[in-house]
């Protein structure tokens, strides 16, 4: 049997969203809220650990996809039409098998300034897992995914420098619902990996006990620990998923000099992250 491309399979996944679209619209208030969502950071297992979590027989997950992205680029948008996204719920549609859990994730949830209040206002009591990814790592690889994808013109280091000055004024636009801003989404190398700041703020939120912090060192050494203490956190049995690597990309390492650059960049951030979250977490570059 022939192979779908990808191209083909993600045409078939639109076409049929449209074709659901307007029963997920109607049927809006008898649909699950999450229970749990993955907030990021970009680049460093979300995709992973979600597939790993929709594995799980007591999981429902997005209707064709992984996140909806309602609290960053459709905060404008209808709580129904966030609903409309997620499984029946059987305790009102009764002849439906219930998931216990339900959840999402989008890697922009954890640097968009508005988001952790925009998420727990409206899903109270939810449960967030952020993936940290040692920094230098992540600001190149995120660089390398919006260069192929067309976002992004500039080589790596020439990206770097103009960084400042794209993001400059940008969180001001992201006050109101309908706030946007494409440098801050995809033009933050640097900035996305200030993790402390970001953590901080996941804590000051919801409070440390509904936050769980991977290191996706661990996650791609040991997914299936890193699955376990995940299942734990979110009160779900125990189970094996297919430990698969998802939306990873190959590409060139960078120079020396670029390294220690970003190793400066990132040193205060990394040192209060270790003091935070212990050395599990220490990305700092002797």
């Not at 996204?85 to 989008?106: C, M, S």
């Not at 969180?171 to 801050?184: K, N, Q, V």
Request: proline share 6%; aromatic share 12%.
């Amino acid at each position: 049997m022939k192979l779908l491309t990808k191209e083909r399979r993600r045409f078939i996944a639109r076409s049929s969203r449209r074709v659901s679209e307007p029963f997920a619209q109607a049927t809006a208030r008898w649909r699950m809220l999450p229970t749990f969502v993955i907030v990021g950071a970009q680049r460093a297992g979300t995709t992973s650990l979600y597939k790993y979590l929709a594995e799980h027989p007591d999981v429902g997950r997005v209707r064709l996809g992984k996140g909806v992205h309602y609290f960053d680029t459709n905060a404008d948008r209808s709580m129904d039409w966030y609903r409309a996204h997620f499984p029946l719920d059987p305790e009102r549609v009764p002849f439906k098998q219930r998931p216990t859990h339900v959840g999402e994730g989008a890697p922009y949830y954890m640097f968009h300034p508005e988001c952790p209040r925009r998420i727990d206002a409206a899903l109270p009591g939810v449960k967030v897992i952020a993936i940290l990814r040692d920094p230098i790592e992540r600001a190149h690889s995120q660089w390398a995914h919006e260069y192929a994808r067309g976002y992004e013109t500039l080589e790596f280091e020439a990206a770097l420098d103009a960084e400042e000055e794209r993001l400059a004024g940008t969180e001001a636009l992201l006050d109101a619902p309908d706030g946007r801003s494409f440098e801050h989404q995809h033009h933050s190398y640097v900035a996305r990996g200030q993790y402390a700041d970001q953590v901080q703020r996941l804590w000051d939120t919801f409070g440390p006990d509904r936050v769980l912090v991977l290191s996706s060192n661990e996650l791609f050494a040991d997914p299936a620990t890193a699955y376990a203490t995940t299942l734990q956190f979110l009160d779900l049995p125990h189970h094996d998923a297919n430990y698969e690597v998802h939306n990873a990309r190959s590409y060139s390492k960078i120079s020396p000099e670029l390294e220690a650059r970003l190793a400066d960049a990132f040193a205060a951030s990394n040192e209060r992250l270790v003091e935070m979250l212990g050395p599990s977490f220490d990305f700092r570059r002797s």
